[in-house]
């Protein structure tokens, strides 16, 4: 009982067995020991992970009435959004470990620069996936597995190696794209018709 109220979430079981022992005059003696015998209580286990913390949840949207579990979910979705634009901002495409300022007017003219560039990669990034799922497309990722959630980074990257060629045909100039493969048109066709356009799609 002991051990029961010290961990409760461990089920314990004995048993005792009995063996015969000898001793220096040559009578059998019994020696009687007790195994325990102990396994994880999942019941147990599985109530606890079971319960919810408690959170207090505030906002300032009084116009109409919001569920705690409405706050919460956008709480935690504007959570992962900020967490996501630190993680790009420190990615090493950007290469922000390369510039040191000290002129505070510096400092706030690349604080607009990136949240310029984090407005339009995370706009491109949504008509990406937006697309995609639309459409009941996907591309694969860097494990050749099918995605519909892919990041604008790796559609750059999976852009890498088309090539403009420039020809000037009787004093016309022609621009065309070789290399495009069936992922990468696929890519091109996400962002509508203008995007098309510059490649040359119908």
Not at 26 to 34: I, V
């Amino acid at each position: 009982d002991g051990l029961k109220k010290r961990h409760p979430l461990f089920e314990f079981r004995s048993a005792i067995t009995t063996k015969s022992t000898k001793n220096k005059v040559k009578k059998e003696k019994p020696n009687n020991k007790c195994v325990l015998f102990f396994n994880r209580n999942n019941a147990a286990i599985q109530k606890l992970e079971n319960k919810k913390g408690k959170f207090i949840v505030a906002t300032n949207q009084l116009d109409k009435p919001l569920l705690a579990e409405t706050i919460i979910d956008l709480y935690c979705g504007r959570n992962k959004n900020i967490e996501g634009c630190f993680k790009q901002i420190k990615d090493s495409a950007f290469r922000l470990n390369e510039i040191f300022l000290k002129r505070v007017d510096r400092i706030e003219a690349l604080m607009a620069v990136m949240a310029l560039s984090l407005f339009v990669n995370n706009l491109g990034q949504m008509m990406l996936r937006t697309s995609l799922k639309k459409n009941d497309l996907s591309i694969p990722n860097q494990k050749g597995q099918p995605i519909q959630n892919p990041t604008l980074k790796w559609a750059f990257q999976s852009m890498d190696k088309v090539l403009k060629l420039t020809m000037n045909l009787h004093g016309k100039v022609f621009d065309e794209f070789i290399g495009l493969n069936n992922v990468q048109r696929q890519i091109v066709e996400c962002f509508g018709s203008y995007a098309k356009s510059l490649y040359g799609f119908p």
